[in-house]
């Protein structure tokens, strides 16, 4: 949620709730925590609880994990983020400027070039794993310490149709 457009897309939408009286909830950590490794497992509760005060700094009310592991975490990073009020709904964010083009700030997916992380050789075999899991009745599947979901083959579908768009290499 660092990159520019996502950055334009979480100030509005705290801005754009709380505007309107309704609590801002953050999203899915997908790190989990992996009881047989603790480096794993170390890593993941450190990649949420940045996340969960960057989201507590932004003004996000509540948030959601995908492990009920990380929710103790989660929890410490919001209450420390908010200062322990139950909500931040009298941040309105008048600072927040966001414009159509900021949320299409895609710069780093030009063509030819492609956003580093999740390139199709990571992405790609998720999908395939995850499709593989929910045809056997599962709803989510940890796959690589992250945890996949339905939400995962959109996201996949989505950069593939930018790529294609873009005409990326």
């Not at 949620?1 to 009286?21: D, I, N, Q, S």
């Not at 139950?86 to 900021?102: F, G, Y």
């Not at 996949?156 to 294609?164: E, F, M, P, V």
Request: charged share 25%.
């Amino acid at each position: 949620m660092t990159t520019p457009f996502m950055r334009a897309y979480t100030e509005l939408l705290v801005a754009t709730c709380h505007r309107r009286g309704a609590m801002a909830i953050g999203g899915m950590a997908a790190f989990i925590p992996n009881r047989r490794d603790p480096e794993v497992t170390e890593a993941a509760l450190a990649k949420v609880r940045e996340d969960k005060l960057r989201e507590a700094a932004d003004g996000f009310d509540g948030t959601w994990v995908a492990h009920p592991d990380l929710v103790g975490v989660a929890t410490e990073g919001l209450r420390r983020g908010a200062r322990t009020r139950s909500n931040q709904l009298e941040r309105t964010r008048e600072d927040v400027d966001v414009h159509p083009e900021d949320l299409l700030h895609l710069k780093a997916y030009l063509p030819g070039r492609r956003q580093r992380g999740r390139a199709p050789d990571q992405t790609s075999p998720s999908v395939i794993q995850y499709l593989e899991s929910w045809l056997r009745g599962t709803g989510a599947a940890a796959i690589a310490n992250l945890m996949e979901d339905a939400a995962t083959s959109e996201i996949s579908r989505a950069q593939i149709w930018q790529w294609c768009h873009h005409h990326t290499r």
